[in-house]
């Protein structure tokens, strides 16, 4: 499986709960917390296109895969419980963005990350 894919994958399961969680809780989607994470999600993929080749090879290893999930649900839990639902619409707007990111680049709409920086 292609790795792009793999990931994909990977961000549509939390994005999934994440939506269930929000509209189970009505928490109400305002713009702010979309474009909060809208642009973290972007520049958070701009970040780690300036040292690709070393983070892919850190993502590779499913240890880092596992504690990435890990460090997502204890942060959105903590996250949720001092600043309440619009935290989980901050990620899941990330999520939505990173996904919409990836569809992007399997079709050929946009560079992959890894290509959006000079080394």
């Known amino acids: ?7 994909g ?9 994440l939506a269930g969680c929000v509209g189970w809780l009505a928490v109400p989607v305002t713009a ?3 474009v909060v994470g809208v642009a973290g999600t972007l520049l958070l993929e701009l970040v780690l296109a300036t040292r690709a080749d070393t983070v892919r090879r850190y993502w590779r290893t499913s240890s880092v895969q596992a504690g990435a999930v890990g460090v997502l649900l204890v942060g959105l839990w903590l996250g949720w419980q001092t600043l ?6 901050v990620a899941l707007a990330g999520l939505v963005t990173y ?4 569809g992007a680049v399997l079709v050929g709409l946009v560079p992959p990350t ?3 920086v000079r080394e």
Do not use: C, F
Request: hydrophobic share 60%.
């Open 1 to 7: 499986m292609d790795e792009l894919v793999r990931d």
């Open 9 to 17: 994958l990977l961000a549509l399961l939390p994005a999934v709960a």
């Open 32 to 34: 702010t917390p979309v």
């Open 84 to 89: 309440g639902g619009q935290v989980l619409v």
């Open 99 to 102: 996904l919409l990111l990836v």
């Open 114 to 116: 890894s290509q959006w």
